[in-house]
């Protein structure tokens, strides 16, 4: 894998996923004794030229936080992250820089920004739906787009596949 690619799964400090971190920012938390890390990546290391550095997999926040659900806020990304980078036309799963959001009423046609009129869409779904509804088109959604209601923290943005071997343990249950 390639280094950028390395991701590290942040925990509360009761042990429940809180969210996903860039590796070097886990590193950093680390050096400045906020997290503990709970696994290393087995595969693979960083060196400096001073030090070499183990990959945190998990790190685990040393303070107690109070989980606060909130409600997900309207953007491009959260769409894919509603939709659970699932096209709502095709139901493919490209990875999240091949999806498009589609506007369910085209923008051209007065169809607004918003969670009820946007879905996530593939390339081709997107091109080929154009400016149609989906039943002019023919092309019925999966799923009726609605607000999404409150989001535990840390329910980002995680495709299955993606999930390393490291995490699993954690996000059991
Ligand atoms: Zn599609």
Redesign the pocket.
């Known amino acids: 894998m390639v280094l950028d690619n390395y991701r590290t799964l942040l925990l509360d400090n009761g042990y429940q996923p809180l969210s996903v971190l860039g590796w070097q920012r886990a590193l950093l938390l680390d050096l400045s004794e906020r997290v503990d890390v709970v696994e290393y990546y087995d595969d693979v290391e960083v060196h400096s030229p001073s030090r070499t550095f183990a990959l945190p997999a998990v790190v685990r926040l040393r303070q107690y936080l109070r989980r606060v659900p909130r409600v997900l806020p309207y953007s491009r990304r959260n769409v894919l992250v509603r939709d659970e980078g699932t096209?709502q036309?095709?139901?493919?799963q490209p990875s999240w820089g091949k999806l498009t959001v589609d506007h369910v009423m085209p923008r051209s046609r007065g169809g607004g920004s918003s969670w009820e009129n946007v879905v996530t869409?593939?390339g081709?779904?997107?091109s080929v739906k154009g400016d149609m509804t989906p039943e002019e088109a023919g092309m019925p959604l999966l799923r009726e787009p609605i607000r999404p209601g409150l989001f535990r923290q840390g329910r980002l943005a995680v495709r299955i596949q993606d999930i390393p071997e490291e995490w699993r343990l954690y996000l059991a249950g």
Not at 89 to 92: F, I, K, P, T, V
């Open positions: 096209c036309y095709c139901g493919r869409a593939c081709p779904c997107n």
